[in-house]
T-cell receptor
């Protein structure tokens, strides 16, 4: 069983395209996180959401608590956005992670 | 601030050998976590700690032990390594005030 499901698994886009990555979860959560993992392996936290919407530069994250769904949008995508994007949910002391969406942005 | 550091970065073991992975954080975080990342699977929690001297099992604890003798350090031990423990191991610490995890750079372990 997977508490967190992401789609798509892989995504290739042309530079400048608008990108959407989706995340659905099946457990009660305190917060949802979007993480970015670069080819070198390092993982950084992009957003923490408990409701509504957050924007950071070209990245926008939304969450619908009732539908247990979140989306990560990237506007005007750039090759440097190429990475694996991971959705994670926090439940008390623990976190559950999706398998990630591998994004490649082609110049 | 160094953030979260992990030692070593790479290691190759033979089946049955033992080793300890060290995670250190300088942010005074109470919570620390050990995860493993395998191809096609999300990060999975091995063990975690909510404070110095306390540890708890996560989703995949079998074959691993941990200790948190000092707040800044979280050690992950493999007593008798098995090929199934070949993975990339990530440590993370957690800041409750911002609900944010900070990840170490990872340790790539191969068990032959």
């Amino acid at each position: 069983k997977n508490e967190v499901e992401q789609s798509p698994q892989n995504l290739t886009a042309q530079e400048g395209e608008f990108i959407t990555i989706n995340c659905s979860y099946s457990v009660g959560i305190s917060a949802l996180h979007w993480l970015q993992q670069h080819p070198g392996g390092g993982i950084v936290s992009l957003f923490m959401l408990s409701s509504g919407k957050k924007k950071h530069g070209r990245l926008i994250a939304t969450i619908n608590i009732q539908e247990k769904h979140s989306s990560l949008h990237i506007t005007a995508s750039h090759p440097r956005d190429s990475a694996v994007y991971i959705c994670a949910v926090g439940t008390g002391n623990q976190f559950y992670f999706g398998t990630g969406t591998s994004l490649t942005v082609i110049p | 601030n160094a953030g979260v550091t992990q030692t070593p970065k790479f290691r190759v073991l033979k089946t049955g050998q033992s080793m300890t992975l060290l995670c250190a954080q300088d942010m005074n975080h109470e919570y620390m976590y050990w995860y493993r990342q395998d191809p096609g699977m999300g990060l999975r929690l091995i063990h975690y700690s909510v404070g110095e001297g306390t540890t708890a099992k996560g989703e995949v604890p079998d074959g691993y032990n941990v200790s948190r003798l000092k707040k800044q350090n979280f050690l992950l031990g493999l007593e008798s390594a098995a090929p199934s423990q070949t993975s990339v191991y990530f440590c993370a610490s957690y800041r409750a005030s911002t609900d944010t995890q900070y990840f170490g750079p990872g340790t790539r372990l191969t068990v032959l």
